[in-house]
């Protein structure tokens, strides 16, 4: 019996013995404590005070006179509404583990929480992608202005061109909580869905402050500039995104940049048709809507391996972890 096309929208692609699962392969919650709770006072009044999650690989076995690198990861759209588990949501709960740990040599990890509240219509408010100012399309090639005419009024178009209000205020939280760890190493940028949006702003406004980027499902179609500065700039990227993606459509945020993708060598993609669970079932998850192929970040929390370590992506032999370890190991003995 095939499956139904109202449910799964991406069941014309599943193949003979394909099966369908909701399980991403992990307990959720699980290394959840391992994360400690701070406040970022408001530098501005419009966002105001930010609550964050780290993790410190020193206070977990880890020797402290040795560089760690900083990932700082972004959670999606109404993630926040969950408190703690945005950790989780964001992908980066798992990279808090003995075993990722050991895999990355050790690893600072940083989880800010976007002021989300719930509107009257239940929608999620104040997520990462709240946009400042209006759509600016003068930063698009003519092709990309007019994939853009076709967009209509979705809110992917309402963000063209924009920076998210939270982006000065996610800058200056990097800055000061690096400057609290006794040996920062180099530093990742992550973002997930809307999380994805804010670091594209991120890395538009201060490129120079990230050693590589990790980009799940992102929520934005970046202007020409930023990915050429990037691209000039040689900064590590692993850019995550299912084809089809129910969420954030495949052919408005990635295909149109695909060809400057491709031709960046140091750029990784991972561009799966089906995106699949760790036990190689095609990802569900019906949230009120079906969901699956646009929570990569589960993927991504898996490592981008299956159960019988096999990579689900044939340019990441060790995983995410390896590709990580590979970008952002310091070269550095000891920094005290």
């Known amino acids: 019996m095939k499956p139904d096309p109202k449910l799964y929208p991406w ?4 193949e003979p013995g394909m099966t369908i699962g909701s399980d991403p392969g992990y307990p959720v919650g699980e290394y959840l404590d391992l994360f400690e709770e701070r406040t970022f006072p408001a530098i501005d009044p419009s966002v105001g005070d930010l609550t964050y999650y780290v993790y410190d690989p020193t206070r ?6 040795r560089p760690y690198p900083v990932l700082f990861a972004l959670h999606g759209a109404g993630n926040a ?3 703690k588990l945005a950790v989780n949501y964001s992908g980066m709960e798992l990279f808090a583990s003995p075993d990722y740990q050991q895999k990355l040599g050790g690893a600072y990890i940083v989880c800010p929480i976007a002021n989300e509240y719930r509107g009257e219509d239940g929608s ?4 990462w992608m709240t946009p400042k100012g209006s759509p600016d399309l003068s930063g698009y090639s003519p092709a990309l202005r007019k994939l853009a005419q076709s967009m209509g009024n979705s809110r992917l178009a309402s963000l063209l061109g924009t920076e998210s209000v939270y982006t000065a205020t996610l800058l200056a939280l990097l800055k000061e909580v690096r400057s609290g760890f006794a040996c920062p190493g ?3 940028l992550a973002g997930t869905s809307a999380g994805g949006y804010a670091a594209w702003t991120l890395l538009a406004a201060a490129p120079e402050l990230f050693d590589a980027a990790l980009l799940m499902a ?3 179609l970046p202007p020409d ?3 050429e500065k990037l691209a000039a700039q040689g900064l590590p990227m692993l850019l995550c995104h299912g084809r089809n993606d129910e969420l954030v459509p495949f052919a408005w945020t990635v295909e149109p940049h695909l060809p400057r993708y491709q031709a960046m060598p140091d750029l990784t993609l991972y561009l799966p048709e089906l995106v699949m669970n760790r036990d190689g079932s095609v990802a569900s998850n019906l949230s009120g809507i079906q969901m699956g192929q646009h929570c990569i970040n589960n993927a991504v929390q898996n490592d981008l391996l299956f159960a019988d370590g096999t990579p689900m992506c044939a340019l990441l032999p060790e995983g995410v972890t390896g590709w990580m370890r ?3 190991q310091s070269g550095k003995e000891c920094c005290l």
């Open 218 to 220: 992102p929520a934005y």
């Open 225 to 227: 500039a930023p990915v």
């Open 186 to 188: 180099k530093t990742l």
């Open 326 to 328: 590979r970008h952002l």
């Open 60 to 65: 977990h076995g880890m020797p402290a006179d």
């Open 81 to 83: 509404l969950a408190g």
């Open 11 to 14: 069941a014309d692609r599943l």
């Open 124 to 127: 999620s408010r104040n997520t």
